[in-house]
């Protein structure tokens, strides 16, 4: 008599190749963020300089030209983020099953089908639509705020 209720669960297994390419990704997104980090500091001293100087049209519009760039970045960040996660929410959706047979990842996962899936997939949608909205609104907030200060 066998129950095939309790059958063992299919598992999509973990790519090898997939655990170093994210290890270096991190590592190359941690080098980045730290010399951006040091770039804006020295941006912030020159500015402050001017400040000091006297010279405060130029530490405006230096400043302005920084806080935009930040806002920029902020919105491509956003909006790659978003496209990332709504690529394999999609991917999701068309096979009705999570992970997608594409998917490569970093530890074994047991894959979900069906409607569970098909579930995960609209979350995953509906993430991929919230990093981009936020971002964008947030960047363009950031750059309206900008220009009303500039009133002052």
Not at 44 to 54: F, P, Q, T, Y
Not at 74 to 101: C, D, F, K, Q, T
Not at 119 to 135: D, N, T, Y
Request: positive net charge.
């Amino acid at each position: 008599m066998s129950d095939d209720n309790h059958a063992a669960p299919r598992i999509h297994p973990a790519d090898p190749l997939e655990r170093k390419r994210t290890l270096w990704i991190l590592l190359a997104v941690f080098a980045l963020g730290l010399v951006m980090m040091i770039v804006l500091q020295r941006q912030l001293e020159s500015i402050r300089g001017w400040l000091n100087a006297g010279d405060i049209e130029l530490a405006t519009q230096r400043f302005l030209i920084l806080a935009r760039a930040l806002l920029g970045l902020l919105a491509i960040l956003g909006v790659a983020a978003g496209a990332v996660v709504g690529h394999g929410a999609l991917a999701v959706l068309r096979e009705r099953r999570y992970p997608h047979s594409r998917a490569r990842l970093i530890r074994d996962r047991e894959i979900i089908e069906g409607d569970r899936a098909t579930r995960m997939g609209r979350l995953g949608l509906l993430l991929a639509a919230a990093f981009i909205i936020v971002s964008i609104a947030g960047a363009a907030y950031g750059w309206v705020m900008l220009e009303l200060s500039q009133g002052w």
